[in-house]
Structure formats: C-alpha cells, structure tokens
C-alpha cells in the first residue's frame, strides 16, 4: 500500500494517459463488436489488444520514469475493470461464454473497488497486487482467445467457405484445432474466474487491517 500524502505529480503524464485510453477504447470495442461486418470484429480485436498491451505499458513507464501517482494507482485497476468486464458482457450477449463465471468475476471487481475506497477514505492507496496481476493476465489471455476464434470464424464465413469443410481441409490438424475451438475457452474463462476469486480473497486478507481501522497495514 501506498500512502496518499506522498509527493503529488501530474495526474496528466504519459502513464496516466494510456491507463485513461483503456476506458476510451471500450464504447469503441462495443460499438464494432455487435457490428456484422469482418472489418468491425477485427476493429474490436485490436482495440482490445491496445487494451492489454496499454496495462504493461503505463506500468512500464510509471516505474521506468518514476511516474507512480495515487490517481495512476486507482485509475489502473479501474481501467481494467471498465474495459474487462464491458468485454465479458458482450461475450455473454454474443453467446460466448457462461454467465455465471462472469457474474463472479463481476462481484469480485465491486467488492474490490468497494475495498479501495473504503482504503482511500481512510488515506490509504491499495495499490495492485501480485495475484491481481495475475488475475488480470489470465482475464487477458481469456479474453484474447476467444477474440481470436470469433475473428477466425468470422473471416472464414465472410469468405463464404464452410466451416466444416475448412476443418477438414486442415487433414490432421482440423480435430485438434475444432477441439481446442470449443473447449479451449471455457478451461481459460474457467482459470479466470478462478484466479478473480482467489485474488479478491488474497486482497482483504492483506489488506484486513484497513477495514478493521488500523492504519499500519503493510505496503
């Protein structure tokens, strides 16, 4: 955790822009993704594959170029939650993945951010942890996946071939690749949802000292 009465710095340098830029992608990821048209799904894929690569950067450059903020550190996980869970619902909408777990991953996300400011209200800054990280990154690779199976089925039926004929075309590699299709997501949405309850479960008992009041909790 980091105190809140640390030397201020710019809310507005480079770090906190790209962290920011997480959550002006998403209306533009949702706006192409329910769209029809190939161009579109691609859009929306790369639009989040900014998103992914923008949470290792603004860190890269806030540690590189001492850019740390307190806005910087509840802006970044709330970035992530904005962009992530405005994904996860779109998945459900497209018939991607089970409601449950992105219900779970949401209610973690609440409880979490309920956590932070309860922290900040007590002039303290959670800042992210390990398996947060790690719970983000397997939310990521989750999400990109699946991503990429929705722009590959999407290429091949705009080019009018059919799916199963294009399976069968890959000779040996057609079955492994049709299986990996339809159960590879769910094992990874699985492992997320995983890792968001095991995360949030890691962050309150860390950080059990605040909600008790006691202000010395650890770093």
Known sequence: MQKSDEKPQSRWNAANLITLSRIGV?????????????????????LFAWGAISDYLDGYLARKY?????????????????????????FIQLDLVPTWMVVIIAAREFLITGLRQIAESRGVVIEASRSGKHKTISQIAAISVILAILCARATVEAYQVNWDSFINGLGTWGPWLEGFMDY????????????????????????????????????
């Open 66 to 90: 001492n850019l740390r903020t307190s806005f910087g550190a509840l802006m970044d996980p709330l970035a992530d939650k904005i962009l992530i869970l405005s994904v996860f619902v779109s």
């Open 26 to 46: 998403t209306p533009l990821y949702l706006f192409f993704i329910f769209r029809p048209e190939l161009w579109a799904k691609w859009t929306a894929g790369l």
């Open 184 to 219: 590879g997501p769910y094992g990874l949405m699985l492992y997320a949802t995983f890792m968001s309850v095991w995360s949030g479960v890691d962050y309150f008992i860390r950080n059990r000292k605040v909600l008790q009041g006691d202000f010395r909790a650890k770093h």
